[in-house]
Structure formats: C-alpha cells, structure tokens
C-alpha cells in the first residue's frame, strides 16, 4: 500500500552478460561486445483513475532517472573501459475499456497505449523512444475477441550507448535491435472450454483458450538505406489456472512459423516453439509474460 502521492519508487538492479555486435561503417570490422551492468533507479508515477459512466479509463504518467554502471567483459576487438551513465526515463501510458463479464477473455471494447522516453545527459548523447498499443473489439461470439496492435521504437545511431531492447518484435523471432523498427499484429483469441478442475487442493484450472496470430515487422538500417520484413505466423494455447483460490495465473504454449529469416546471418529454425510463463505474480494486476524457447 502506497502512503505518499504522488508514489515514490526507486530500487537497484543487475544485468549480467548483455550481447551487442556492431560493424565499422567505415571499415567495416565487425566487433562483439560483452558487458555486465548494474543500476541505482528513483522516480515519480502519478496513477490517475479517470472512471466515467460505462468507461474504466486510466492514466500513469512516471519519471524517473537513473544511474549505471558498465563493466565490459572481453569482445573481438580493443575492450573499452568501464563506464557510468545517466539517463532520464520517462513515460505515459493510457488505458480505456468497457465493463467485462467473467466468461469474457478481454473487454468487448477497449484500448490500452504505452509512449516512453529514454534520453541520456550528462556527457551522453543517446536516446530511444517506444510507442506501443493495443485495440480490442468483439468477435464473433461473445467469448470470441479480436486484438489489434502495433508499436514503433527509434533510437540515435550514435553508438555511445544502445539501451536495452524493450521493441515487441513479430513472435518467435530472435531480438534484433535496429535504429528504426515498427510492427503489426492482428490475433483472434476464442475459449476452447471450462475444466473446473482442481489439482491438489492448491491450483485450480478455470479455462482453456485459444490465439491464432499473424504478426508482421520491418526493421530499417538507416546506414544501409533497407528494410527487411520480419513475419510470423501461429497459434497459442492459454491455461488460466487459480492458486490457492487467490492468485491468477496464465501459462501458455506457442508454436510459431517464421517466414523471413534472411536478415540472419545463422538462420534460425522456421518452426519456433515457445513456453509462456508469468514473471510478475501480483494480485490483481494482468501477469507479465515471458518466452522461453525450445
């Protein structure tokens, strides 16, 4: 529970073994860089509840600025020294839904849009800027709901610092990280049954759903002057389990088609399989979720 408005967050975090090649454009070596980071973060969110007659809408806008230190491990070429950064991170996010039903998977109307901001100062010239969103609208029953959504991320091409890749690329493809990326995505997502089964007096399985997918993503090299094409499509299956009659949980499987894969110089398998698991298992808020492959 949150005693100070606006809420005051802060933390410190470690990243290990973070992986970037990138290629001289004048003589075009190739050099592999591998660094470990660690960073001291506090900021502001100001959550704003906007209800209103038959709308949930809600507002958070957040910033904060952080402080990071970067240890470089060995690479192909010349190991730069150990760095700290500072950089602002800022962002703005709005949601905006009808009431649901329980048997419903999402809101017959809704829409939810995330923008931040990334800018480096103190000495550092670097910054990237994501815009991300989602569209909900009504399928063909009442149990049926079909999700559009999109996202566009640039960054500076100046290379003293690349931020972390938070883009949502086409699903199954390995990250890649170029100065300009956008995306499409259309799913249907449709309810396969109601087990009501409990397993051992502590989990309980509430529902079967269903997703099949078709995502389409195009990264620029602006060096190059090109851009390729990143397109998947698949299905998914979700279990919406109940532990210990408290907490939601969704654990899902993914298989993915990759149709491009040219921009690989090792190219990955076309047919991609994927376990979803919850990382943040908090009461009460949507669970974010992780890919792992197989």
């Known amino acids: 529970m949150s005693i100070l408005y606006p809420w005051l967050r802060g933390g410190f975090s470690v990243t290990r073994d973070r ?143 690349i931020f972390s890749n938070a883009f949502p690329l086409s699903r199954g493809y390995p990250g890649v990280d170029y100065p300009h990326m956008w995306k499409t995505g259309v799913n249907y997502h449709f309810t396969m049954g109601y087990p009501d089964i409990g397993l051992l007096q502590m989990a309980y399985l509430l529902r079967v759903r269903g997703n099949v997918f078709y995502d389409h993503s195009w990264v620029k090299s602006l060096r190059q002057q090109r851009v390729w094409s990143l397109r998947s499509v698949g299905a998914e299956l979700h279990l919406d389990t109940r532990w210990w009659n408290q907490l939601p949980v969704s654990v899902g499987f993914r298989y993915s088609r990759l149709l491009d894969t040219d921009i690989y110089t090792s190219k990955p398998s076309q047919d991609r399989w994927e376990l979803i698991i919850p990382v943040d298992l908090v009461p009460g808020s949507p669970a974010t979720q992780r890919r792992t492959g197989f």
């Open 19 to 161: 992986y970037f090649r990138q290629t001289d454009p004048v003589t075009g070596a190739a050099q592999s860089l591998r660094w470990d980071e660690w960073s001291l973060y506090g900021g502001l969110s100001l959550p704003l509840n906007l209800t209103r007659g038959r709308y949930f809408r809600n507002l958070n806008l957040s910033a904060g600025y952080q402080h990071q230190g970067i240890n470089y491990r060995a690479s192909t070429g010349a190991k730069p020294g150990d760095r700290r950064i500072n950089y602002l991170n800022t962002s703005v996010s709005w949601s905006m839904q009808t009431q649901m039903a329980r048997q419903q998977i999402f809101p017959k109307w809704a829409h939810a849009l995330f923008i931040s901001q990334r800018t480096g100062f103190a000495g550092l010239a670097a910054n990237q800027f994501l815009a991300s969103g989602s569209f909900y609208l009504p399928g063909v029953t009442p149990r049926q709901s079909l999700v559009l959504n999109g996202a566009w991320q640039r960054r500076d091409t100046l290379r003293q610092y």
